[in-house]
């Protein structure tokens, strides 16, 4: 039996994992449900501590964190997208840590204050990381500097951190929901990024997993629009 994966693919971390099962055609049961709702019932609560999507649960195993999930069925699965050589899965585990303080900045600065006010986050805080992700020490130039060294970020193949990379960078180009634009951040200083994000587009699972998004990217885009004239 497949294991039942609670999702919800406008969620970035949710999105990548569904990517990556599509990707390698592994078989999960999804069940969709609201985060900061359904994920804050009691019922949610008693199975796990952690109130948030994406979380798999099978035959009474229960696991949160999009990362660890992918990891955890990598390794079951022996995807292709968690190699086994030691050196490439390190990096792979590096730029997981690194993402949280980084990459996952731009969703909680740009998409998170339209779709996602229940998250409490002071402005003072979403200005600093708006300014962080262009910043000479910033997100964006990281990841450039990381694609300068190989095709992708972690060796010369995608891997799990690529899927999970450009859940967060993707979502706001203007074929979506176009907040680098309404927010006046130009991806032009970055050709590697943008190449990447090319071929990104261009694994299996792809636009499986964006389905959702791009239904939904001209209303996220109207309203984010219409927030930051009122700024």
């Excluded at 990556?20 to 609201?34: H, K, S, Y």
């Amino acid at each position: 039996m497949a294991p039942k994966v609670y999702t919800m693919h406008i969620s970035q971390p949710a999105r990548a994992l569904a990517w990556a099962c599509a990707c390698e055609g592994t078989e999960v049961d999804e069940v969709t449900i609201m985060p900061g709702k359904d994920t804050r019932s009691a019922e949610y609560r008693q199975r796990g501590p952690i109130t948030a999507v994406p979380r798999l649960e099978e035959d009474g195993f229960v696991l949160n964190e999009s990362h660890a999930i992918m990891c955890y069925l990598g390794d079951r699965h022996g995807w292709k997208l968690y190699p086994s050589d030691p050196q490439v899965r390190a990096r792979v585990h590096q730029y997981m840590n690194w993402h949280h303080q980084n990459t996952r900045r731009i969703t909680l600065a740009l998409f998170a204050p339209v779709m996602r006010p229940d998250i409490p986050l002071p402005k003072e805080t979403i200005d600093l990381w708006k300014k962080e992700i262009s910043s000479p020490q910033g997100t964006l130039n990281s990841i450039e500097q990381w694609l300068s060294a190989s095709k992708w970020l972690c060796g010369d193949m995608p891997t799990l951190a690529d899927l999970s990379c450009y859940c967060e960078v993707g979502q706001c180009l203007d074929k979506y929901t176009g907040l680098f634009g309404i927010h006046g951040i130009d991806l032009a200083p970055y050709p590697r990024l943008n190449a990447w994000l090319a071929e990104c587009e261009r694994l299996p699972g792809y636009e499986k997993s964006h389905a959702m998004l791009k239904d939904l990217a001209p209303k996220i885009k109207a309203k984010a629009g219409k927030a930051s004239a009122k700024l």
